[in-house]
């Protein structure tokens, strides 16, 4: 075997990549659908609001005006002119009414703001007469001006514009805004509310997914009668699941301890009763595989999640080589950093490490040389490791390429010298998903089949 300076390999494909989920999460969609609603009917509210109160204050305001006017007029018309000094002093300090001559030469602007205002303006039209002027600044002095006639003499009443009523623009915006913030934080009040149970219920699929059925269980008292069924039926479900598993092993398991017992006696026999030396060792051989058969099934039907600590990568792969040393039909390239250390099961990776070693040593011989040529790579990429495992060989079909993790498959080129379960690869991914990882496989520009790791880093 031969191990030569490190040298760059490709890079890892795109399906080790944490791909960020496309879309809203049904919180966000829950929340913007209740938003939108909510907002719409405010708005819709208030414009209904403004519709309905315009015309009742329009009138309000025009006959509380009118009647100002016709008092002024009157107290002006039937009072000499010192009482009628008196009178506008005495309006202006008491009711902030403010009485001019209107003058010829008087520049002024028609108060026409808003809807409120002309319909205002046309109210006291009405009462007052057409010649009647409603004005929002005379002469550069803003305020409420009326223009009105005494007789033969035309006179200014001005009034503070809250008269009409107040500011509509504020407050109309402070009432908007404060309808909009109370929908806003209800709307995702509900949300939450409606989010909660789901995401309980996905984060327990998920642990029941990686075989924890204990940690998984939901609240059988919830207050919802609907997410209350729902996390019944879902626990019943992971118990049945859990006493499958469990009887599942437990049968494997007495698979295994029946058929070894047996075995072990066929081992002894043959070597003390068949005299023929080459028969006596291809039945010794078969009966290794069938034994080796019988731990493949035990490592993939093993259910208990890994125990994670820090892994060096380095010694690992390390000593999966050493395994495999005296190989005069495989050589190994080594391209990675030293001291990488990730998160995983020591044994566990080294038994993937193994697996996929021997993968490449049986089916990625190239066909010039029959030796199989092997490339491992590792580099860290952010809080991950990823790993490569490539061969020389011929590769697999595209369409074939998926099936190969799925138990007791074996692909077209392997199957004439199949020797084992066709659980080799099954097992790898199985295992790299139990240590919090991904596994893929690919087919590489240059030739030959790549394993592609992908394990958390440790710091």
Sequence with gaps: MDISSPTPLETAPAPLEMRPRRGLSLFWRTFFFLALLLFGSIVAWLQTYRALESEPRARQSAQQLASLVNLSRV???????IARVSLIKTLADEERVRITIREPKDKFELLESDKLSQRTSEE???RLGTG????????????LWIGFSVDRDDYWLQTDESRIGPSRGSTWLIWLVTA?????LGAAFIARLINSPLKQLSFAASRMRDGDFDAGRLDETAATSEVREVNIGFN??????????????IMLA?????????LARLRLETEMSVADEDVRAHMAADITQLDAIIDKFLDYARPDPAQLEAVSLNAVVDAAMYAVSEADDMRITIAMPDNMNVLADEVELLRVISNLLENARRY????????????????????????????????VPPETLSKLTRPFFRGDAARTAATGAGLGLAIVEKTIQRMGGVFD???????GLAAHIKLRRSL
Excluded at 75 to 81: E, G, I, K, P, V
Excluded at 236 to 249: C, P
Excluded at 375 to 381: G, L, N
């Design 75 to 81: 107290a002006l018309r039937y009072s000499d002119s």
């Design 124 to 126: 006291l039209k009405l």
């Design 132 to 143: 009647t002027l409603v004005a929002s600044e005379v002469n550069g002095q803003k305020g």
């Design 180 to 184: 909009a913030a109370l929908s806003l």
């Design 236 to 249: 019943r479900m992971a118990e049945q699941l859990s006493k499958i598993e469990q009887d599942r092993v």
């Design 254 to 262: 007495g698979i295994s301890h029946d058929l070894r017992t047996p």
């Design 364 to 395: 990625g011989k190239t066909p010039e040389t029959g030796i199989a040529l092997v490339d491992i790579a590792a580099k860290a990429r952010g809080q991950w490791i990823l790993i490569k495992v490539r061969d020389h060989g011929t590769g």
């Design 441 to 447: 496989l690919s087919n590489t520009a240059s030739g």
